[in-house]
């Protein structure tokens, strides 16, 4: 079940226009339930919107996490 809750949160935060249905039924499959796939979709998108808003606001990290590395030009 784990495993397969990390593959759908990696495919919904890199390529969510890739999502389909099957990708809920391999949740079903692993015995989740439709409102904890509903949970963890939201949960999902929720920190990607944070993360993105944070990223394009460029939000200073809070002071006891390290600094971001820039990507070398």
Not at 37 to 46: E, R
Request: aromatic fraction near 6%.
């Amino acid at each position: 079940m784990d495993r397969a809750l990390c593959d759908y949160a990696v495919k919904l935060t890199k390529s969510p226009q890739e999502m389909t249905r099957g990708d809920v039924e391999t949740l079903r499959r692993t015995g989740l339930s439709d409102r904890a796939i509903s949970d963890a979709a939201q949960v999902i998108a929720f920190f990607n919107y944070i993360n993105r808003i944070a990223e394009g606001l460029d939000v200073d990290l809070e002071s006891i996490m390290p600094p971001k590395q820039e990507p070398p030009a």
